[in-house]
């Protein structure tokens, strides 16, 4: 097929060079021309698929949700005790973060994205959705806590930790006391789990 030729296929071929662009440049290097450049088509094609740029870049947020599930789900059902699979979970997740850092920041970005996007929402809410039942699943605390509490702190604690290794903030290492993985640790801690 030649350059600019999509027979069809036109809207996935504007994501795919959103991503590039995205990836070479991150999401200030997306544009509604240099997509369409990029995909070979001219720089009105893509409103036949996409109105306006944060309608692009929702659509490549929502499938970095989908690959960023995928990997997280993939390292939970690797693991069968009901904290290993929340452990899991969490490697997955913060190794989706690392491996694709501008895909990750751009995920999380209200500001260029449409929150109301069904699709989005969807994969968002799915995504809170596994924390929910991984959390469920655990020995409940003596301590009496709002679960919603417990997935926001755990989130905030994920999502944290892994913008702050993509900054280079913190670097991979494993706790000096338990030889475990920092991440662990923390995961543990946030839960009042034991760390031995």
């Given at each position: 097929m ?7 296929s036109?809207r996935?071929a504007l994501?795919d060079?959103?991503f ?16 369409a ?6 720089h009105?094609a893509?409103?036949?698929h ?13 499938r ?11 390292a939970r ?8 699979r ?8 913060i ?33 809170y ?7 469920a699943?655990?020995p409940?605390p003596?301590?009496?806590i ?6 926001i ?8 930790y892994a913008?702050m290794?993509?900054?280079?903030n913190?670097i ?12 662990h ?9 034991p760390?031995?």
């Open positions: 030649k350059r600019g030729q999509h027979h069809g036109l996935e994501i060079a959103a590039h662009l995205l990836d070479a440049g991150g999401v200030e290097a997306v544009t509604i021309r240099a997509v450049r990029h995909a070979g088509v001219s009105a893509p409103i036949n996409f109105p306006d740029l944060r309608a692009l870049i929702t659509a490549v947020a929502a970095c949700f989908e690959n960023l599930l995928g990997a997280a789900r993939a059902d690797a693991r069968s005790d009901a904290y290993g929340l452990e899991g979970f969490v490697d997955g997740y190794g989706y973060a690392l491996a694709h850092p501008d895909r990750y920041r751009m995920m999380w970005r209200m500001d260029i994205l449409d929150a109301g996007d069904p699709v989005l929402d969807g994969l968002v809410n799915g995504l959705g596994d924390v929910e039942e991984m959390v699943a655990l409940q003596t301590r009496r709002d679960p919603t509490t417990v997935v702190a755990l989130s905030s604690l994920v999502h944290g913008s290794r993509i900054d280079r913190f991979p290492a494993s706790d000096a006391v338990t030889g475990q993985p920092r991440q640790v923390m995961l543990k801690v946030a839960l009042g789990l760390t031995d």
